[in-house]
């Protein structure tokens, strides 16, 4: 993940969310984590990842725990030598956590202890004064900050004032739906990423895409990076996490960068 806008030369980028191969070793290992037969391997998972194309590794420790823990966190950053991308509540301990791991990028998102997985953009003019007292202190320490939001013009302008490096446009409502609403939802995007880019903002993308989607996501311009967990580690149950990275970066590649800038 880099903060330059994709000014249709560069590829476009894929960074892996590992979070439910965590989620497989806590069904089982939750109370005992440091047991020798805990797997499967978050940190091998990684490498795994890196082998089959990935650009980044996304991690989203929760304040409850459900799947990644922080020490996974710190042990991916030791160990594994492509940018590391930490999603996160905009809480004080996840601050904390975040200036002593020192991720290369953080992804502020939504966070409830309810929903299974994120189920909507940050709503970052509501909290803009709680993000104008995070960003800085991240910043400072040499992190870049990505914000996940809907695409709605109102949001895209107010992550740009806020100073933010990057947007990652959430793209669940593209994913789950079809027809003449999946066409309204890509129409949202679109003028989301054109607007981001226009303000300098690193345009990112992710939720729910898939195998199937993917071709469909194309039409949103100025695209520079996708994170993409779920449907990976759902493909690996058949042909192994190298081989489903290796497949989703082979259709990544026929992106039409040249025609986004």
Known sequence: MQSETNTGSQPLKLGVNIDHVATLRQARYATMLDNHNAEPNVV???????????DSITMHPRADGRHVQLSDVEAVRAEVDVPLNMEMGNTPEMVEAALRIKPDYVCLVPETREELTTEGGL????HAAALRESLPKLQAAGIEVSLFIDPVDEHVRMAAELGAEMIELHTGAFA???????????????????????????????????????????????LAELNIGHTLVSRSVFVGLVEAVREMREGMDAYPTGGNA
């Open 44 to 54: 091998m998972a990684a490498f795994a990842a890196v082998e089959g194309g990935a």
């Open 123 to 126: 709503d970052v003019v509501t």
């Open 176 to 222: 789950n739906h079809l027809g003449e609403e999946r066409e309204a939802e890509l129409e949202r995007l679109k003028a989301a990423a054109e607007l981001g880019h226009s303000l300098g903002l690193q345009v990112n993308a992710g939720h729910g895409i898939n195998y199937q989607n993917l071709e469909d996501l194309f039409a949103v311009p100025h």
